[in-house]
């Protein structure tokens, strides 16, 4: 599985880089910190398997995905790949990481 730094993710976003960034945390935690990034599309992991389908366009495109430190995230891009999605990516350090060293306004939990 391949992974993302944070810059990485930052730069691409600001570049306008054609990309999904897939959150699987739970609602409450996007609620309370998120990357701000249009096209995020909240998915929590436990309930990924049965939601796949609504990722059907991006089966070809890259995917990044985030939770809070990358452990959740690690799953859903193992899962991802099984379901042949080609460019998957995992968010290292999670959304915590992007706290510490891009949006310091974000909490870190």
């Known amino acids: 599985m391949e992974e993302i730094t944070v810059q990485q993710l930052k730069q691409k976003i600001d570049d306008g880089d054609a990309l999904l960034v897939l959150d699987v945390r739970e609602p409450f935690e996007k609620y309370q910190s998120d990357i701000g990034y249009e ?60 706290a510490r060293d891009i949006d310091s306004r974000l909490p870190i939990y």
């Open 39 to 98: 096209q995020t599309v909240l998915i929590p992991v436990d309930s990924l398997q049965d939601r796949v389908g609504e990722l059907e366009e991006y089966k070809d495109k890259e995917v990044v995905c985030l939770c809070r430190s990358g452990s959740r995230s690690a799953r859903a891009c193992r899962f991802l790949e099984q379901q042949g999605f080609t460019d998957v990516k995992n968010l290292k350090g999670g959304i915590n990481q992007w």
